[in-house]
């Protein structure tokens, strides 16, 4: 059987502890959306292949939108900023698609600028993408996320974008926690 280890996590402080638990906990909120996004994403796109006509589809995606939006919006609404900031960085990672591209495929260009807007007004981006290997604050949630999957507090998900967690650990090192979090809005 393979295994994997990693490096013991060093904080310099208890305050960078609270940081990296306090956004551990964001992750583990969020993933589980990104996750059921993935799965929905394929089962629709299988069940849209069997359509031929383009309003019937239009009508299946529509009657899948209102079943999603029924299942989810109360639990989503209570999500703070910060939890929906890394569920669309997630959604990207889990798809492959940004949440922006998502809506504008499914819905329409108008409906993915609107729902853009509307996320704008909360300080957010449906076009965020998730960039491990650049950004730090990805970095971070890849790291969290890879160490929940080997102790199993998270059912790993195959990724759609190509991202090599031992192939770019090395670059963020000595990544200091609180300073990373705290310029998240930035």
């Known amino acids: 059987d393979e295994v994997v280890v990693l490096n013991k996590l060093k904080f310099d402080s208890t305050k ?9 906990k964001k992750v583990h909120n969020a993933y589980p959306y990104a996750k059921l996004a993935a799965v929905r994403l394929l089962q ?6 069997q359509i031929r006509s383009k309003s019937k589809r239009r ?11 029924n299942e989810f ?18 959604l990207h990672r889990q798809t492959g698609l940004t949440a922006f ?22 300080k957010l981006s449906l076009k965020t993408e998730y960039h491990p290997e650049n ?15 080997l102790d199993g507090s998270l059912e790993k998900q195959e990724t759609r974008l190509p991202i090599d967690y ?7 090192k000595n990544i200091d926690i ?5 310029n998240r809005n930035k």
């Open 59 to 69: 009508k299946h995606i529509r009657k899948m939108q209102k079943y999603m939006e």
């Open 166 to 172: 031992f192939k770019i650990a090395p670059k963020f």
């Open 16 to 24: 960078e502890r609270n940081y990296y638990y306090w956004y551990w």
């Open 73 to 90: 919006t109360d639990e989503l609404k209570k999500m703070t900023r910060t939890e929906g900031r890394i569920l669309i960085k997630l």
């Open 135 to 149: 950004d730090p604050l990805d970095f971070l949630i890849e790291d969290i996320l890879q160490r929940s999957f």
């Open 101 to 122: 591209n998502l809506v504008k495929e499914y819905r329409s260009g108008w409906k993915a600028f609107w729902y853009n807007t509307t996320a704008n007004m909360f």
């Open 178 to 182: 609180v300073k990373v979090i705290n």
């Open 44 to 49: 629709l796109n299988d069940q849209l292949s």
